[in-house]
């Protein structure tokens, strides 16, 4: 299975000439993840356009939302510009399968007119809904891929397995996860990275003390106790902010910490791709 992180930024992407980023810090575009195997995208950022034309990615086959937040769903109409007919009279366009649970469907009625936006996409005929339950289970191939309704109930990861892998991938919203047995001990985890008011390495302070606390966000520090007690062979970290001004020193640096903490781990980047 490949799996190709299309974009690892969280709600803050790589800005031009940001006082919040660091000069040396890689460029992270919105959170985006596409599995190759199965043609199968995960969220749409903003920035979804330059992503897949950067990834040479021109057939979806299927595509799924962890939650309705914009950092993760406001490049929909990439369904109409990928697949729709623009040269014939009577369009020929491809479809795409999108699954939604109910709790999407709730919080897409609700938040941007993303429901309505998907129905014109259906109606136009370059999607086609399916609404699932909140621990819905599906087969494509011989993959099967489970939904986890997060502590954050309107978020959700996935459980992915085939006869001989394990992959659990959780692309946001972490705070309070408490992983079940079944989905401990996979082959790969891909988990967000959380946040910091210090930078984890240099420990310059990025954000104010306490902010953290007050907006509810996940820390650095939660997300690795999250990995620690999943337990993957290998564990990737995405979702990372352009205000960590995170350089590519750092990130190996971090990434030796975490190895002497009992967590082998790569802190994920733009167009990387994973074999699982």
């Not at 299309?6 to 000069?23: C, E, I, M």
């Not at 609404?131 to 986890?148: G, L, M, P, Q, R």
């Not at 992915?160 to 892998?165: E, F, G, W």
């Not at 590519?248 to 975490?258: D, H, I, P, V």
Request: hydrophobic fraction near 40%; aromatic fraction near 10%; charge should be negative.
């Amino acid at each position: 299975m490949i799996v190709e992180f299309l974009g690892t930024a969280g709600g803050v992407p790589s800005l031009f000439d940001s006082v919040s980023q660091h000069k040396d810090a890689p460029i992270r575009t919105g959170p985006g993840l596409f599995i190759h195997d199965l043609k199968l995208l995960i969220d749409s950022s903003e920035d979804i356009f330059y992503q897949l034309r950067q990834a040479k990615i021109a057939d979806i086959k299927y595509g799924i939302y962890s939650h309705w937040h914009p950092d993760h769903t406001m490049g929909l109409r990439i369904w109409e510009t990928l697949n729709f007919d623009f040269v014939n009279t009577i369009p020929q366009s491809k479809v795409t399968t999108i699954y939604l649970t109910s709790q999407e469907v709730e919080d897409f009625k609700t938040y941007f007119g993303h429901w309505n936006h998907l129905l014109y996409l259906q109606q136009i005929g370059v999607v086609e809904l399916k609404i699932v339950s909140n621990n819905a289970k599906i087969t494509i191939k011989d993959t099967t891929i489970e939904w986890i309704q997060l502590s954050e109930k309107i978020a959700f990861g996935f459980y992915i397995t085939t006869p001989t892998k394990r992959l659990l991938i959780i692309p946001d919203e972490i705070k309070g996860f408490q992983p079940i047995n079944k989905v401990k001990d996979v082959d790969v985890a891909i988990l967000p990275f959380g946040s910091n008011e210090v930078n984890p390495v240099t420990k310059e302070r990025i954000h104010e003390e306490g902010m953290l606390s007050t907006l509810g966000e996940a820390t650095f520090e939660e997300c690795v106790e999250i990995a620690k007690n999943i337990n993957a062979k290998h564990t990737y970290f995405t979702h990372i902010e352009a205000t960590e001004s995170l350089t590519q020193l750092q990130a190996k640096a971090l990434e030796r910490q975490l190895s002497e903490a009992g967590i082998s781990s790569t802190i994920a980047y733009d167009s990387l791709k994973i074999k699982v």
